[in-house]
């Protein structure tokens, strides 16, 4: 079963709550919630008081990606605020094992997340503490980005190294997501998909999510 988790980053934020639940009403159980400080990365978005905002208005996971430096001084907000999982990237933290022990520590569900350039042989030694792990197939920073195809086998390497040391962690793929590509996303072994653009971009959004839901599970049923 493939998940679509809608970015909220590429919604019309003057009527975020509705517009979110657009697409929470296509098949979508969460939503991407991209939090960027414009150190880790070139832009600045959200902080705690829009996801306070979001878990008051729907009712589903918040998937809070922290693409910040020193993401530690801020996991209790986000905790605080309603986040569900948090995720955090492998090259923003200094003591990754510590951080994700945080996260852990306020019930919540920690996931660790690698930039196009970095390998996903760096993680191992943390898989067995993650409950997802993000692949970024755009660099991040900005809506809109096209997918970089070497994400493809990166998603295949990640699901190899899960099944050979036997470790439950999901597999989550987020940039440049479309109706075009998403079949072959699904095939490779990604079971958690962002799309931003291809939801909320152009038409109506609980019928792109919908759109994208059937074609990704239907890749993966023809596969089995």
């Known amino acids: 079963m493939i998940h679509i988790a809608p970015s909220i980053l590429s919604a019309d934020f003057s009527r975020l709550a509705a517009h979110a639940k657009q697409a929470l009403e296509g098949g979508a159980t969460m939503l991407h919630v991209d939090v960027m400080d414009g ?28 693409m910040i430096e020193h993401p530690d001084r801020y996991v209790a907000a986000f905790a605080d605020a309603g986040a569900d999982w948090i995720s955090v990237h492998q090259e923003a933290c200094v003591h990754l094992h510590r951080t994700l022990e945080m996260i852990k520590s306020r019930g919540l569900k920690a996931g660790v997340v690698i930039n196009p350039a970095t390998p996903v042989g760096t993680l191992v030694e943390v898989l067995d503490m993650v409950d997802f792990v993000l692949i970024m197939s755009v660099d991040p920073g900005f809506g809109g980005q096209k997918f970089i195809p070497s994400s493809l086998e990166k998603i295949r390497k990640l699901a190899a190294i899960r099944q050979a040391v036997r470790n439950q962690f999901q597999i989550e793929i987020d940039g440049g997501v479309t109706q075009g590509n998403i079949a072959e996303i699904a095939r490779a072994g990604a079971e958690i998909i962002v799309a931003g653009q291809a939801i909320f971009g152009d038409g109506d959004a609980r019928l792109n999510t919908e759109r994208l839901h059937k074609v990704a599970n239907e890749a993966v049923m023809a596969k089995v």
Do not use: Q
Request: proline content about 11%.
């Open 39 to 66: 150190h880790f990365v070139p832009n600045i978005t959200i902080g705690p008081p829009v996801v306070a905002a979001l878990r008051k208005s729907v009712d589903c996971t918040l998937d809070c990606h922290l």
